[in-house]
């Protein structure tokens, strides 16, 4: 008597009929979040050269060009899910939609290095009312059965996005200026406004929760100090420094005392007792550890391709079409994998895949043939699409469905979270390394400016070029220097990827028993 209710469909059929041209709306939606973030890594090179080209921005000013949208996003992110839950999935898109294209009008005319990382932020406030609503929605117009299906072409989406934004950066700042590549969001988003409108269907939770701004702003500043201290310490090439340790240490302090706050708190900003699910916790920890490697080590391949290889920015965002296209080929597929062989094997699998192309990256020279970086690349895509695919179903499917946009939030506040510390600790691991392999070479500069000289390899070259030809010699070495502080960089973040593998092997599981999963759906039906 109970199969009849099991199988009894939940979503309307008006919204049924339309469900995939709902997830193209969403997929537009999230690709001008992910867009942004994949245009900005093929003109960061510009954006450090001095004006009119560029902005002048040194490299510690690129990573929080980066960071001010990632901190903002990750710290507003699970507050937002609850604010969609509350005030409607629908109108937080919507509303998400029209800051983060303010943001990126604002972003585009930034007359300083400050002002953009200030707009960087205003976008990250727009996109995290964005990124957890479109999961949320998915979540509530595909039938369980569907859900996997869909969110293995949504997250395809993230592959598409990866392969439309460094090309079309490219494009645009060969033929535009710097501004241009945050420009290009405002057509993108008045399109997906329009289409949200007329086709995706509005969602609430019954039971919402309610809003914590005392855990938002201990996570924001926390974060914000953390990431600050270690970036400071980077850009000194000092971890010694009486500011970097004082900084660091606020960082740390205010985020345990967020976490305090939050397990005495009875509507917190995260509910602690979801991490008491082993399954959910180790997901949601090998996320932040894989994009914690990933966002480090591809924050230096813009400089490797452009500043040692010579190629352009449309030519480097071209290189990048193999990590894309892997994951739009593989990412609608990862569950078939996942059926066959279990979450564990695939996902552990695939986490030692990604810590093997970025150990590859230790052995890239200035003349290794390309169409090595090429294989690298589309490895590092299959791989990502076999560990998104999985974690991302094991995630959303481990809390009720009223509470999709929390999930949603949870996962990517972790990814958000684990992508900024990769930036700022591997980021650091790389101005220090490169300091202390060009140091002994900036003798031929005044003294003065040896110090900002050695910050990054543009800054070096930006000097060098200033000399003439009494530069020269100061090229080669900023190479050979940049080189060194690469390979380290990809062995540290090979490191965390091997232990994200470990954590996935421990606690992930094999194969779904498909008992389990029809008790899963009766649970649902008769909460209805």
Do not use: C
């Not at 205003?122 to 859900?147: H, I, S, W």
């Not at 970097?244 to 740390?252: D, K, N, P, S, W």
């Not at 000399?467 to 070495?477: D, N, R, T, Y």
Request: charged share 15%.
């Amino acid at each position: 008597m109970t199969s009849p209710a099991a199988t009894a469909p939940r979503i309307p059929e008006a919204v049924h009929r339309r469900r995939w041209a709902i997830l193209g709306v969403l997929m537009l939606s999230l690709l001008i979040v992910v867009l942004d973030n994949s245009i900005l890594n093929v003109a960061i090179k510009t954006i450090s050269t001095p004006a009119p080209t560029g902005l002048g921005a040194t490299q510690s000013e690129l990573e929080w060009a980066i960071n001010a949208y990632t901190l903002v996003f990750a710290g507003l992110l699970f507050s937002a899910g609850i604010l969609g839950d509350r005030l409607g999935r629908k109108k937080v898109l919507l509303g998400g939609l029209a800051v983060f294209g303010i943001g990126s009008a604002l972003a585009a005319f930034s007359g300083s290095p400050g002002e953009l990382i200030a707009f960087r932020a205003v976008m990250g406030l727009g996109a995290a009312f964005v990124m957890p609503a479109t999961l949320a929605v998915l979540m509530n117009v595909f039938e369980r059965d569907e859900q996997p299906k869909a969110i293995g072409i949504w997250a395809g989406g993230v592959g598409l996005a990866i392969a439309i934004g460094p090309i079309t950066g490219g494009l645009l700042l060969d033929h535009f200026w710097w501004g241009s590549v945050f420009l290009i969001n405002v057509p993108i988003v008045l399109l997906a406004l329009a289409l949200m409108l007329w086709l995706v269907p509005d969602s609430r939770d019954p039971n919402p929760g309610r809003i914590d701004p005392i855990g938002v702003v201990l996570s924001v500043v926390g974060l914000v100090l953390l990431v600050y201290g270690i970036i400071k310490g980077g850009q000194l090439a000092d971890f010694t420094d009486t500011t970097v340790l004082a900084t660091i240490a606020a960082g740390l302090a205010v985020l345990v005392a967020f976490v305090v706050f939050e397990k005495r708190s009875d509507h917190p900003s995260i509910d602690v007792t979801y991490f008491r699910n082993k399954v959910f916790s180790a997901a949601i920890g090998v996320i932040a550890l894989v994009f914690f490697a990933l966002m480090g080590v591809t924050f230096f391949s813009v400089f490797y391709t452009q500043s040692v290889r010579g190629y352009s920015p449309l030519e480097t965002g071209l290189l990048m079409l193999p990590l894309a296209a892997a994951q739009m080929i593989f990412a609608p597929r990862a569950r078939l994998v996942v059926d066959r062989f279990g979450n564990r094997a695939t996902t552990t699998g695939a986490m030692l895949l990604i810590a093997l192309t970025l150990a590859a990256f230790a052995m890239f020279e200035a003349d290794t043939p390309i169409w090595l970086l090429e294989v690298v690349f589309f490895l590092m895509g299959a791989a990502m699409a076999h560990i998104m695919t999985p974690l991302s179903v094991v995630i959303m499917q481990a809390l009720p469905r009223e509470k999709a946009g929390s999930a949603s939030a949870l996962s990517n506040t972790f990814r958000q979270v684990g992508g900024a510390l990769g930036i700022a600790v591997l980021g650091s691991v790389m101005s220090t390394a490169y300091r202390g392999g060009i140091e002994d070479r900036l003798t031929v500069l005044p003294e003065g400016v040896r110090h900002t000289a050695g910050e990054s390899i543009e800054a070096t070259l930006g000097f060098a070029d200033r000399l003439g030809p009494k530069g020269e010699s100061l090229v080669g070495a900023a190479h050979d220097a940049f080189l060194h502080s690469m390979h380290v960089t990809a062995l540290w973040g090979a490191g965390v990827a091997v232990l994200g593998a470990v954590v996935v092997a421990l606690f992930l599981p094999g194969r779904p028993a498909a008992p389990q999963e029809d008790e899963d759906k009766r649970e649902l039906v008769s909460t209805e």
